[in-house]
């Protein structure tokens, strides 16, 4: 099979590069169609264990299959193809394989007329755990030649593509795989009801008017008196009058009673007369009084006992039946008894009667009773026996059938009775001795076949409540709880359902004492089925727990409205394919993702261009397309008919399922109509049900009508893969995120039409920083993509979830992305017409994650960089589109409906809610009615959980709702909303307690942006009142109801009406300088300001502003008063922790709302009124520009500045820098201190006297950058000058960090405390912010208080524009805890420079190191860096030198500036000395001290000058200095750093000063050693010699000191040098005091003599001597090539001369040692004439001697130089002698 080759495009790390270049090399296929005439029979599986497809090899299945392998790896090309199949030849292929490769091809191909699920071909491919249970993943190594990448570990249950091509085409083209409901169609009622008509009784019963009368008597003669009797503890009279009878004149009484069980008044009634099971009611008029006064009110029962009348049925053969106790008598009235009850069948078989019995009260006290009937309904209460059907399930709801029985109602609790309203009502039914909620009328449900799921049913009936009661219709979904109010109420049981108790009809009016309509619409459901209902009632009741005294009900109706939904009405394109058997989703249309179903299809036809598809079972109506295009219902296609799937074995249980990849291949896959069932691993890394794993940029790769079940973990996930397409797939009951980006390095994907739903939760996570515990349907990590017509269907937290990071992940990152990619910043590509419902959180959200600031593409106030287009966003529980922590937003078009917040732009900035654009408005529906009727017809499940509105806690329903703004920035604006149209957001629309169209979030940020706008709006209804149009009180609080600083421009007057203006806060903060511009509005916490114009500006200030402190605007005599916002993150946190928070802000911020236009005062205040300042001000002003009159806000505002009252230097710098200022109300608060992450609190110890010394301590650091922060009073700092010097003294300790040790205390010292002074710099003077390093910790001390100190010499640059300065304590690791104590900061003006040193006297200050502060820091010294230390240290006897330790570089140590005014003519030779010692701090020997020259200290000198028109600097670099007399001990001697500077007249300094440059810095340090080297300096000198002189007496010649006689202290000889920094000391060798040069580093070092020119009369060509004794000094162990042969290397001398101006200098000989030979004395002589750049006295004339090895010293004596004659004048003097 020949195939083209595919390129593979894969970028970034070498060792995919290879493999990409293999893959392409090695012909990676490309195909769709695979001719199977080309291919072979797949070999029988029999004896197979791995299915190998070679190379260039193709095999075919084409008829039933059933094979099993261990593993299947493709290389050339397996076609799979059921084309061909019939219904008498169906093709049926399964295949198992514990893993499945693919290098070639793997195609398989189905019948583009196949019907789904199709009963002639089926293909099934099930990856199953591997047969060896140690085996946990396998590893993918290619088989072909060569290999074309390298193995790699690809898990379990793996079908893995890796450089080869998926090509399956499974589903047919025109076959949907979901479409949306059109409309249903509903079954007819149930089976026609015959009412029941009353039962017949017994021909044994001997009184035919006993048979519905067992007992109905008022004692009026003889005939109704028959048959009653007592016993012997009584006398019963029958027929007693005493003129007040109940019921006639007579009544029944029972006197003589000695005891409450005696004197019964009874009657027995034949059980032959009675009907089991059917309900009889009795009622009967009783009282007792006392027979000792004849009173009522003076028996037990009237005394509160219960000792009252009772009444019951007494069986002989079984317990009595309790009809009821009369209640507590105060009078003479008659009480009435009521109840119903059934005789049962085993009473009326055993006894031949019953007795009906009055007794219970005390004895002494009589029983009286009449008016008794015991009946059950005569046939009169029936209805007529005409059959009818289910349309009407309660009976006698009009209580007309008969006027004194209630049939088919009873009582649950306490008693009912017909009564008679007396008006055009008629009869109703009353419920009375209520003591519970589920006391009342109810009424069974004989027609339990009527009960069928999907039945709807509307419900209505009226009530009457006494004029007290306390019902209370707060809003709420019907069938809602309602306090106190009525409902109406179906209880089923089942042996299966158990009791069910649904609320089908609630209470939607009341006035109290008329009639109240009950009503509502319920839908059956799945366990109202008749096959499981035992029995059914109807129950009406009152929410009160029994407090109404009575309630009165009429008018009830139960309707059959329609029969189940078993059809749907869909799009016809699904008639062809969609078959029976196949199992379809419908989604949820509540709030509910759980409330999606799955019914199997029984039917498909086609009517009226439509298909009905029958169900197997009815279902929830769906909203269709019919009822609302914006909330159709999807319905989606569940089967396949090629499937690839994880077996259901034990790794399945573990959720460890198949898994799919391409991996790392570029070349185009197709994948159609495929099922991934059981596919994902949960917990486990790329193992996922679809998953395109760093395959780069794949165009023409396409997964499309693929669906997704079951999946353990994630669905389609594009991972490191570029340009693919993702269309029409369905994703049902998955874990984690479902469509999703990986990395975030994903860019130019396309995902459209997809559908996913009921999106749940993983138990594991991949790992901590994944979120698929909080799973999106739709994850997006790079908005550089398209998403289009996708649906959110039901996830269990998020639809569409934008979780940005500020860099592309691991293994993406850096692959063909820069490095800095920040996909939070990217503009979104296309986001249009998708779809999020029934989400539990949101529909749509920015956040948790970085939040989504897209850089807008052009650079305009209201330019947005993400558009979302047309989006609907319904039933969701949280907000229908939430913007957090984002920016540049735009909603364009759509529909917000049935959200608990349509829209939310929560901390976001610049965002628009946009309706005037090609998308159209945006609707904004607070509870549609569509949901409203919705959840009615869910009765008691449409309350609470699926509606927002469940009762008067239930938070309000908000159209769109804003959040106070903290940016501040002017090119940071407030939201626009603009053409939205608000629909039912009133009270009474959507059943919620303070709905409103337009809200503010409770939390209070600081700052609400005035130019957040509104225009073009419209509402329904159009008369929204005002309040419910924008309402700015807050939703929970109640200590401060209103939003505090509100203002919302109304441009147009759309939001509230008139001509425009702005709707505020009612604050006297926001309407106190607007005097009578602006009128309240009542409930809303709001007041409407028209044809106002406002303007915003933020003050920053410190946070650490004194409690109280207040902004006071004043205009006129009107004033306001603004308080300080800190932070929203602790506005609620106990004060005790405040400080220590690291989510403290570090300003406080001060918002003025002002009227444009008019000039306001602004000052700072404390409690006590007088004038306060917080340290530092930041204004910024918040206008956008032309909204307002011209100018900035800050033009209209004047600010008052408190006099600092003294210069800088008298300024506290610090506050509390002892830490000893307590916070009285908190014992961890530190005053006036503040941090930049890691928190500051108070921490204490005892010092040795016994006293408490506190401290400050920053100990949740996390980052060397975090630790204390002060702010400074920038009225001081504008005091101070330039020049003057900022000194600061600390002490810091730390503690902690890894290992317990910090690493400061390493040998390194690395990561100690450091201090940053940061200034920031006002928008006036360029904005922008400069941090500068001034101190650092100079001690070391583990667990102790260390030293920290620096200096900061001030600049204008510094000082000028800054209006925010702070100083920070940071530099040691995160981790580590930072205490601070004895904090010090002073300012010192700038003073004038020491006087210059008169001559020969040094340049340096303080070279004894003699003058140090009270911290041991020597005055005029610092370190070369601030890391870096340098402190007094003394020696054993009490002498001051300067210690120089913790040396980061060996270009670091001292460092004095110098009085620059001592450089003005720096032309000259100087020469500088120290004493110094070198300590190892490793222990080691320095390499200075071992080799006695690399490494060693050296003197340097910058000379800075400065340009007299541009100001450029230029720095001039001089070395001087060499070790003399090195130590052979570590640190125990002092050695000498000692040597000469030359800056001749050629110099580059001295053309710059020449040229009109002024010096104005000089700086000497000592460095070199390397890092870890301690350098101890003392006696520090530079001095400037005078020039070169001629020698006073003329026979010493012109050279002076020749014979080294006259040396300093040191031995350093006057007149003479160590040429380029080598030593050069008076040494003894033997009977000569001679010089000794070493520590040469080149052969051409060695002693140096300046001449001067001209001396004595000397002129150019006079002929001059040089006379010399000199010797080379071989160290031992060291030779010299000194000899006749190689002259080179001996003593030679040199002059060198230039004239000024010259560009180099000249060099000639003058002389070599006689001698060639090294270790003796020589004679070095010479005769030269004298050149004209000698003799002038123009230019430099030095003389030196050099040429021996540089391990060599060279000695010299005797040095002359001479005219011969006056050589031989000074031989008479003894001088040549020597």
């Keep these: 099979l020949s195939l083209p080759v595919a390129p593979v495009h894969l970028r970034g790390v070498e060792q995919i590069t290879q493999t990409a270049r293999r893959l392409a090399s090695a012909g990676a296929p490309v195909a769709s169609a695979v001719d199977l005439g080309l291919c072979d029979p797949l070999p029988p599986a029999a004896g197979i264990d791995d299915l190998i497809v070679p190379e260039g090899v193709c095999y075919k299945i084409t008829t039933s299959t059933s094979a099993a392998y261990k593993g299947i790896h493709v290389v050339g090309t397996l076609a799979i193809d059921t084309s061909a199949s019939t219904a008498l030849a169906p093709v049926h292929i ?65 079908f893995v593509v890796y450089g080869g091509q998926l090509s399956v085409h499974a589903l047919p083209a025109a076959c949907p795989a979901w479409t949306r409901v059109q409309d249903v169609i509903t079954e007819p009622a149930a089976q026609p009801l015959t009412v029941p008509a009353p039962v017949e009784v017994s021909p044994a019963c001997p009184d035919p008017a006993l048979t519905f009368a067992p007992v109905r008597t008022s004692f009026e003669d003889a005939s109704e008196r028959s048959g009653w009797y007592t016993d012997s503890s009584g006398a019963l009279t029958l027929d007693a009058s005493t003129g007040d009878a109940a019921d006639g004149s007579a009544y029944a009484s029972v006197t ?73 008598q105060i009078d003479a009235g008659w009480l009435e008894i009521t109840d119903q009850f059934e005789f049962s069948a085993e009473t009326i078989a055993a006894d031949p009667s019953v007795t009906l019995r009055f007794y219970n009260p005390e004895g002494g006290e009589t029983i009286e009773v009449d008016y008794v009937r ?154 109202h089925d008749a096959a499981l209902i035992e029995s059914a009632l109807l129950r009406l009741q009152v929410r009160d727990d029994g407090a109404s005294a009575w309630a009165e009900w009429d008018s009830v109706t139960v309707a059959f409205v329609h029969g189940p939904v078993r059809t749907l009405v869909l799009d016809a394109a699904v008639s062809p394919c969609w078959a029976p058997g196949a199992e379809l989703l419908i989604t949820s249309n509540t709030l509910l993702w759980s409330d999606a179903r799955v019914a199997i299809v029984e039917s498909v036809d086609v009517s009226g261009g439509s298909a009905r598809v029958r169900l197997d079972r009815s279902i929830d109506k769906p909203t269709t397309l019919a009822d609302s295009a914006d909330f159709a219902t999807e319905v989606a296609l569940l089967e396949r008919n090629v499937v690839i799937q994880g077996a259901l074995d034990a790794l399945d249980a573990q959720k460890i399922g198949g898994h799919l990849m391409v991996m790392k291949t570029s070349a185009p896959q197709a994948m159609h109509g495929v099922l991934l069932r059981r596919m994902g691993q949960q917990g486990r890394l790329g193992r996922y049900p679809a998953h395109m794993h760093l395959c780069g940029p794949s165009p023409g790769t396409v997964l499309s009508r693929n669906l997704v079940r079951s999946s353990h973990q994630r669905c389609f996930v ?5 340009e693919t397409e993702v269309n029409d797939n369905v994703a049902f009951e998955t874990h984690g995120h479902c469509f999703m980006l990986e990395d975030g390095g994903e860019i130019g994907n396309t995902f459209a039409r997809n559908l996913g739903a009921s999106t749940m939760r993983v138990d594991q996570l991949i790992r901590a920083e994944e979120t698929d515990d909080d799973p999106s349907t739709f994850w997006i990590t790079n908005p550089d993509n398209t998403w289009l017509d996708n649906v959110a269907a039901g996830s269990a937290s998020t639809g569409f979830w934008f979780e940005m990071r500020t860099r592309v992940r691991e293994p993406t990152r850096g692959l063909w992305l820069p490095d800095n990619y920040n996909p939070k910043t990217i503009p979104l590509r296309k986001f249009a017409r998708n779809v999020a419902h029934s989400n539990s959180n949101d529909g749509l959200q920015t956040y948790p994650g970085a939040g989504y600031t897209p850089t807008p593409p052009a650079a305009e106030p209201h330019a947005v960089g993400a558009r979302f287009e047309a989006m ?221 114009c406002l303007r915003q500006i933020q003050y920053r200030t410190s946070s650490q502003i004194a409690p109280g402190t207040l902004l006071r605007l004043a205009v006129g005599d009107a004033t306001v008063d603004v308080p300080a916002y800190v932070s929203y993150r602790v506005e609620d946190t106990p004060k005790e922790t405040l400080i220590a928070s690291t989510e403290q802000r570090d300003r406080a911020e001060f918002v003025a709302v002002v009227p444009a236009g008019v000039q306001v005062s602004a000052s700072f205040v404390g409690t006590d009124g007088a004038p306060a300042w917080p340290l530092f001000v930041q204004s910024v002003a918040i206008d956008e520009p032309g909204a307002c009159a011209a100018g900035a806000a800050t033009d209209d505002v004047t600010l008052f500045v408190p006099a600092l009252g ?234 001051a030198y300067g210690r120089s330790y913790a040396r980061s570089s060996d270009n670091h ?131 400037k010699l005078p020039p070169a002189a001629c020698p006073a007496v003329p026979t010493v010649g012109i050279v002076a000191n020749g014979g080294f006689d006259d040396f300093d202290a040191d031995g350093r000889p006057s007149a003479w040098e160590g040429r380029s920094g080598s030593r050069l000391l008076v ?146 003097s003894g001088v040549a002698r020597r």
Aim: aromatic residues 6%; hydrophobic residues 35%; charged residues 20%.
């Design 1206 to 1439: 003294g210069g800088a230097e008298s300024c506290a710098w610090v506050a509390n820098g002892d830490f000893e200022t307590l916070d009285a109300a908190s014992s961890l608060r530190v005053p006036s201190w503040w941090h930049d992450g890691g928190g500051v609190v108070l921490g204490a110890e005892t010092r040795a006297d016994g006293s408490t010394n506190h401290f400050g301590v920053s100990d949740e650091r996390t980052s060397t950058g975090h630790g204390p922060v002060q702010w400074l009073d920038t009225r001081c700092w504008h005091a101070a000058e330039p020049g003057g010097v900022l000194t600061l003294r600390a002490r810091a300790k730390l503690s902690g960090g890894s290992g317990g040790v910090p690493r400061c205390y390493s040998a390194s010292h690395a990561d100690c405390v450091r201090v940053e002074l940061r200034v920031e710099r006002s928008a006036a003077a360029g904005g922008g912010s400069a941090e500068v390093d001034f101190a650092a910790q100079v001690e070391h001390t583990p667990d102790g208080w260390n030293l920290v100190a620096g200096e900061l010499e001030l600049t204008a640059e510094l000082l000028d524009g800054a209006d925010a300065v702070r100083v920070l304590f940071e530099g040691p690791e995160g981790g580590v805890a930072l205490a601070l104590d004895d904090v010090m900061l002073s300012y010192t003006p700038p003073s004038p420079w020491a006087a210059c040193p008169a001559p020969g006297g040094s340049l340096v200050q303080n070279g004894g190191f003699d003058e140090a502060d009270t911290f041991g820091l020597p005055a005029s010294w610092t370190s070369a860096a601030l890391a870096d230390q340098l402190v007094v240290a003394y020696a054993p006897e009490g002498n």
């Design 872 to 1092: 609907r966003s319904y039933r969701n529980r949280g907000a229908g589109m939430f913007f957090h922590n984002s920016a540049y937003l735009e909603v364009s078009g759509g529909v917000f409906a049935d959200n608990d917040r349509g829209i939310d732009v929560d901390r976001a900035h610049t965002c628009r809610i946009d309706g005037t654009g090609d998308e159209g408005v945006v609707r904004v529906l607070g509870v549609s009615e569509l949901y409203q009727a919705q959840l009615g017809a869910l009765g008691s499940l449409g309350h609470s959980s699926r509606s927002h509105c469940y009762g008067p806690t239930a938070d309000p329903v908000v159209g769109v709702q804003l959040h106070q703004q903290n940016s501040g920035a002017s090119s940071k604006l407030g939201t626009w909303l603009g053409g939205v149209r608000f629909e039912r957001l009133t009270d009474a629309d959507t059943g919620c307690v303070g709905a409103r169209a337009l809200s503010v979030d409770d939390e209070v940020q600081g700052l609400f942006d005035v130019r957040t706008a509104t225009g073009a709006l419209s509402w329904a209804p159009a008369d929204m009142p005002t309040a419910q149009r924008v309402n700015l009180c807050k939703e929970f609080s109640t200590s401060e109801p209103e939003q505090p600083d509100v203002a919302i421009r109304d441009g147009d007057g759309s939001l509230v009406g008139g001509g425009g203006g702005f709707v505020v806060s009612d604050t006297a903060r926001m309407t106190g300088l607007l005097g009578s511009a602006c009128t309240s509005v009542a409930g809303a916490c709001a007041a409407v300001c028209p044809d106002t």
């Design 256 to 328: 003589g009673r000695t005891k409450r069980w005696g004197g019964y008044l009874m009657h027995d009634i034949p059980t032959a007369c009675l009907v089991a099971g059917e309900r009889y009611h009795f009622v009967a008029k009783v009282r007792t009084r006392n027979e000792a006064d004849g009173r009522f009110d003076t028996t037990a029962c009237a005394l509160g006992s219960n000792r009252c009348v009772t009444a019951s049925i007494v069986s002989p053969s079984a317990s009595d039946e309790w009809l009821g106790r009369s209640t507590q």
């Design 1453 to 1583: 140590g001292p460092v004095q500036m110098l009085n620059p005014a001592c450089w003005a003519e720096p032309v000259g030779t100087y020469a500088v000395r120290a004493d110094v010692r070198l300590h190892a701090e490793s222990g080691a020997l320095a390499d200075c001290l071992a080799d006695g020259s690399s490494n060693c200290p050296r003197f340097e000198l910058r000379v800075t000058t400065t340009g007299p028109s541009d100001g450029v600097e230029t720095v001039h670099y001089f070395d001087a200095g060499s070790l003399h007399g090195v130590s052979t001990a570590l640190g125990t001697g002092w050695d000498l750093l000692g040597g000469t500077l030359t800056i001749p007249p050629t110099s580059a300094l001295a053309a710059a000063l020449a040229g009109g440059e002024t010096t104005t810095a000089v700086r000497l340090s000592i460095e070199e050693p390397e890092p870890g080297v301690e350098v101890h300096v003392d006696n520090v000198g530079l001095t």
């Design 1627 to 1772: 040494a003894v060798d033997g009977a000569r005091v001679a010089a000794r040069s070493s520590g040469r580093a080149s052969r051409s070092h060695g002693p140096l003599a300046r001449l001067a020119e001209g001396c004595h009369g000397l002129h150019a060509g006079d002929s001059l001597i040089v006379h010399a004794w000199v010797k080379i000094d071989v160290p031992d162990g060291q030779t010299s090539a000194c000899s006749e042969s190689s002259s080179s290397h001996c003593i030679r001398c040199t002059r060198q001369s230039r004239d000024a101006g010259a560009a180099g200098s000249n060099y000639r000989s003058c002389g070599t040692q006689v001698t060639r030979q090294a270790g003796v004395w020589s004679l070095l002589e010479a005769q030269f004439t004298l050149q004209p750049d000698e003799a002038d006295g123009s230019g430099e004339w030095y003389l030196y001697f050099e040429g021996p090895e540089t391990h060599n010293d060279i000695l010299i004596d005797d040095v002359w130089v001479g005219e011969l004659s006056t050589l031989l004048d000074a031989a008479g």
């Design 374 to 527: 015991l009946e059950r309904a005569p046939p009169s209460a029936y209805p007529a026996p005409a059959p009818s059907t289910c349309a009407q399930l309660a009976a006698n709801g009009e209580m007309d059938l008969d006027e004194f029985f209630t049939w088919p109602w009873y009582a649950s609790g306490g008693s009912i009775g017909v009564i008679d309203t007396g008006g055009a009502r008629g009869r109703a039914l009353r419920s009375t001795g209520r003591t519970r909620s589920w006391h009342g009328p109810n009424q069974a449900i004989g027609a339990l076949g009527c009960l069928q799921p999907g039945v709807t049913l509307a419900i209505s009936a009226l009530v009457r409540l006494p004029s007290d009661a306390a019902c209370t219709l707060a809003p709420g979904a019907p069938g809602a709880d309602r306090s106190s109010c009525a409902r109406i109420e179906l209880r089923t049981a089942g042996g299966t359902i158990g009791t069910k108790y649904d609320a089908i009809a609630s209470q939607t009016e009341f006035a109290p004492g008329a009639w109240n309509r009950v009503e509502g619409t319920y839908t059956l459901r799945e366990w």
């Design 718 to 722: 594009i991972h490191g893969t570029d």
């Design 94 to 158: 399964s295949i198992t394989a514990e893993y499945i490769f693919v290098e070639g091809v793997f195609h398989i191909e189905t019948a583009d007329d196949d019907i789904v699920p199709s009963a002639t071909s089926r293909v099934e491919i099930t990856l199953v755990e591997p047969a060896d249970a140690g085996i946990d993943s396998f590893v993918i190594e290619s088989r072909k030649a060569p290999p074309a990448f390298e193995p790699e570990s690809v898990g379990v249950k793996a």
